[in-house]
């Protein structure tokens, strides 16, 4: 298993005058834990998971263990001279996977999240959800110890989500430790292990919530089986949210809706 992530008196400002953006952060991710970071716009989430992820230095403290890391940001860059294949073999080689791994899993998680269509689209001629798609298939078919993912589901169709938050629980539960910002609770994989907050340069742990309002706030979930071709699916999702849901799996014309069904009740944050 792969050691715990660390952060050491981490402290980021992006020159010798400007402000610090972060300063004396001290964290620790377990292997096989699930953390969510909070934190209003401009607080400092995306340095932080980018620091996590080894996308640049600290300023200050050090940033130590959590294995072999993979990183969804929160936009891919604006120009990227390839087309989905050719941008995913070289990201695969970045993860250190040869070419047949590469070819293999890349194919997998791209027809897993509804993407395969586009293997040889440009990267600049894809939606926002495509490109998302694209993002978490190289971080995904990576053998990562740590995954990194900011505002990944943002662009996502509902389908997609639930992979997703299927896949996330897969890995979690193989040991590996997750870290994401979702400031739209668009995760339904459960209840992470730990929540933090970036308040005023620094992480504070989030206050445990309320046993009370948590059973207030339970809800029904629907289950909703489909074929996405000839591949049968299935995901759950809150029943306020099933709607939209269902409009956007009808949309697509490779989907037949099979059955919906609540099943219970699923306790949110």
Known sequence: MAEPLELHGVGKR?????????????????????????????????????????????????????????????????????????????????????????????????????????????MTALSKGTAQKVALTQALMADADLLVLDEAWNGLDAASRAVLDEALEERVGDGVAVVFVDHQRMARSGRPTDVYRVERTAVVRAPEPDPVAALAARTDVVEIEYLDGDVPRRFRVQAHASDAALRDLLASPDCHVRSVHTIGALAVE
């Open 14 to 122: 992006y020159g010798p005058r400007s402000p610090w953006v972060l300063r004396g952060v001290d964290l620790r991710l377990a292997p096989g834990s699930s953390t969510r970071i909070d934190g209003a716009n401009g607080s400092g989430k995306s340095t932080l998971l980018a620091l996590m992820a080894g996308i640049g230095r600290p300023t200050r403290g050090r940033v130590v263990g959590g294995g072999r890391r993979a990183y969804v940001p929160e936009r891919l860059p604006a120009v990227l001279p390839f087309d989905v294949r050719g941008y995913l073999d070289r990201l695969g080689a970045v993860h250190g996977l040869g070419a047949d791994a590469v070819a293999r899993r890349s194919t997998y998680w791209l027809e897993r999240l509804g993407a395969a269509a586009w293997a040889r689209t440009p």
